[in-house]
């Protein structure tokens, strides 16, 4: 997915489906789910593009970290229009706000495994990105995504995400 410039919107792609299969396997399919699907599309695209800086000259360009940044105004225009639970839903943006900020940390570094480390981050927080959609359903949301990222991040200390 690194070489073939395609992989960008395949990649993407499949994580949209996933929201989409989910949603239709309950009967719940939405224009919102349809929307949240699509913030998730656009950072999974920043994502591989991001990763393409591990083989391709160790840079990340402005438009893989600006696709990271495409949940953070579809979360926040659904929960405006559906009216959900504000004050859960506000809460896991600005938790994702912070998980980029620590994501942009690890490619500020001069280690040469730095931008392996910021996708690492990156994958991760497709957990967020699930919370961002989720938390306005329920607190329960908060307790499953969060396990899920310490797992998640626990693991890959033996299981390289890159």
Do not use: N
């Not at 620590?102 to 967020?128: C, E, M, N, W």
Request: proline share 2%; with cysteine; charged share 10%.
């Amino acid at each position: 997915h690194k070489k073939w410039k395609g992989a960008v919107l395949v990649m993407g792609a499949c994580r949209f489906l996933v929201y989409v299969v989910a949603a239709s396997a309950v009967g719940q399919v939405s224009f919102a789910v349809g929307i949240f699907a699509t913030g998730l599309f656009f950072y999974v695209w920043g994502i591989t593009l991001a990763a393409r800086g591990e083989s391709c000259g160790g840079k990340v360009g402005w438009m893989g970290k600006g696709l990271l940044m495409a949940p953070l105004l579809v979360v926040s225009g659904v929960m405006v229009m559906t009216g959900g639970q504000l004050l859960w839903g506000g809460a896991a943006v600005g938790v994702f706000i912070l998980w980029l900020f620590y994501a942009l940390h690890q490619l500020r570094s001069t280690r040469p495994d730095r931008i392996g480390k910021f996708v690492s981050v990156l994958l991760a927080g497709i957990i967020l990105v699930d919370l961002m959609a989720l938390a306005q359903f329920g607190d329960i949301f908060w307790l499953i995504c969060g396990a899920l990222l310490l797992l998640t991040r626990l693991l890959q200390r033996w299981i390289p995400a890159t």
